[in-house]
């Protein structure tokens, strides 16, 4: 009887296992943090998820609190920003300095998207993950998610 009390209690029905992509027109978007975040809101809790985009755009989230694959079922708010590093030199000194991610000159969000990287303001809201394998792709400048399961 303990052994089926324990079972229960690795939440592995409380995680869906999430990848996707991030596009801009169609076009990847590479080293963007991708945050999913439980929303109080929708009566979701839990830990956030996060990934960073390769070059082709894709991502696989990872629940690092718990260091788990996937984000915790549930509606979740997604956020997103750019964690290119630009550099920049200002004569005469040649001195280097660095942007932080996220804050590039003349960037406003996700490359020029300036509403993903808060919580507070990201449309991408009411973002379902369920328990499984699952597929969201993300298209910032036409503000669309793609869902498959």
């Keep these: 009887m303990l052994a089926v009390a324990m079972a229960g209690c690795d939440g592995v029905s409380d ?3 999430v990848e996707g992509r991030v596009l801009s ?3 990847p978007l590479s080293n963007i943090q991708v945050r999913f975040l439980p929303d109080p809101e929708a009566g979701s809790d839990g830990p956030e998820a996060s990934a960073l985009t390769d ?3 894709r991502f696989r989230l990872r629940t ?3 260091r788990r694959d996937g984000a915790v079922v549930g509606t979740h708010r997604v956020c997103m920003r750019s964690m290119t590093v630009s550099w920049k030199s200002t004569p005469p ?3 280097l300095e660095v942007q932080r991610p996220g804050h ?3 960037a406003k969000g996700v490359r020029g998207v300036p509403c993903y990287s ?3 303001t990201t449309p991408l809201r009411g973002v ?3 328990p499984g394998p699952q597929s969201y792709n993300f298209d910032v400048q036409n503000g669309t998610v793609m869902s498959t399961r």
């Design 25 to 27: 027109g169609g076009q």
């Design 128 to 130: 379902r993950v369920q």
């Design 64 to 66: 690092e609190r718990s």
């Design 118 to 120: 808060d919580p507070a």
């Design 93 to 95: 000194s040649g001195t």
């Design 15 to 17: 995680y869906g296992e």
């Design 55 to 57: 070059a082709s755009g």
């Design 104 to 106: 590039e000159t003349g």
